[in-house]
């Protein structure tokens, strides 16, 4: 039986346990960044895909690398689920381009599945947004099933709404459920 963690990655966290950059340049930094390691104390588990650093919520870590490969390889087309803060009042246009498909350097994002919602019912993030009276944020859940580098924060820059917050709450079958920042939980799959 393969181990599989869930964890709620908090903001400014790394997706993997040691900070390469600071051991390589310990003269440039006073102080590493948080890693996975501050978090998980299990022995040989390993990330499951990334989740950046300025990204929250679920990332999925196992001990078996048939599922660490079933769960992060782009062929086998996992859908991942955000909700996402975004800036502005975003508009229909913008979520019917999300959903076909957006021009971004690398190429044509595949289909989104995309939906306005309220603000989800979650922790406050530290440290906070920045607040504009005069600009409002709105909310979208988006469900993508590839994984090219910051896709959801460049898919809403390209439809004229930057992302101001983005929180992954599905893998595949997995959801974060009640989990907090930081807290995780462990199944045996």
Do not use: C
């Not at 390889?73 to 508009?91: F, L, N, R």
């Not at 079958?173 to 199944?187: A, C, S, Y």
Request: aromatic share 8%; proline share 6%.
């Amino acid at each position: 039986m393969a181990q599989l963690v869930l964890f709620n990655k908090p903001y400014n966290v790394l997706s993997q346990f040691t900070d390469n950059s600071f051991q390589n340049n310990k003269q440039q930094h006073s102080a590493s960044r948080e890693t996975l390691s501050d978090y998980i104390d299990i022995k040989k588990v390993y990330p499951a895909g990334r989740l950046d650093r300025d990204s929250e919520g679920l990332l999925l870590l196992t001990d078996s690398g048939a599922l660490q490969h079933q769960i992060a390889h782009p062929k086998h087309s996992k859908e991942k689920s955000y909700w996402v803060q975004v800036d502005g009042a975003i508009t229909e246009q913008a979520v019917q381009q999300l959903s076909q498909g957006v021009k971004l350097k690398d190429g044509l994002t595949l289909p989104a599945k995309v939906r306005i919602i309220q603000e989800p019912d979650i922790w406050p993030r530290n440290p906070p947004v920045r607040f504009r009276k005069e600009i409002p944020t709105s909310w979208i859940e988006l469900t993508i099933s590839e994984g090219k580098n910051r896709q959801v924060r460049r898919m809403t820059a390209a439809v004229g709404f930057p992302t101001l917050r983005l929180i992954r709450h599905r893998i595949g079958q997995w959801q974060l459920r009640n989990l907090q920042p930081g807290e995780f939980i462990v199944l045996h799959v």
